[in-house]
């Protein structure tokens, strides 16, 4: 059983910037490839991005290239999702997910656990 437990969502003006942060139990974390997911009010759940365990299969959706970066520290158990140039429509709950064979996919059905979310409203 792997938990996931994120943090750092908040209110920000657009334009500003936030760093969301998942930490993940287990002793494997390292072999995880882990992704980000949103979900705005009455809409499907969204890639945003992903990277394989080995890091070297990175993916972003199209609508956060250039603003958003996804990284980890495996020392910590924990991904991280920079995010600049925040605008409205990043309005949404954001959830981290991981894959136990580490592939970073852009599809939430190859993710075998979630997190429970953490909001994040853009002012305009």
């Known amino acids: 059983q792997v938990q996931l437990v994120e943090s750092g969502g908040g209110l920000v003006q657009a334009g500003g910037s936030l760093r969301l942060s998942c930490t993940a139990s287990g002793r494997t974390f390292g072999n995880y490839g882990m992704g980000w997911f949103r979900q705005a009010p009455g809409k499907e759940r969204l890639f945003v991005a992903a990277?394989?365990?080995?890091?070297?299969?990175?993916n972003y959706a199209d609508s956060v290239k250039g603003r958003f970066t996804i990284s980890r520290d495996n020392t910590k158990n924990t991904v991280y999702l920079q995010m600049n140039s925040l605008k409205s429509e990043d309005t949404a709950v954001y959830y981290c997910?991981?894959?136990?064979w580490g592939r970073g996919s852009t599809s939430s059905a190859e993710y075998h656990y979630w997190g429970q979310g953490t909001q994040v409203t853009v002012s305009s």
């Open positions: 990277f394989s365990w080995s890091g070297g299969n990175t």
């Open positions: 997910a991981a894959d136990l």
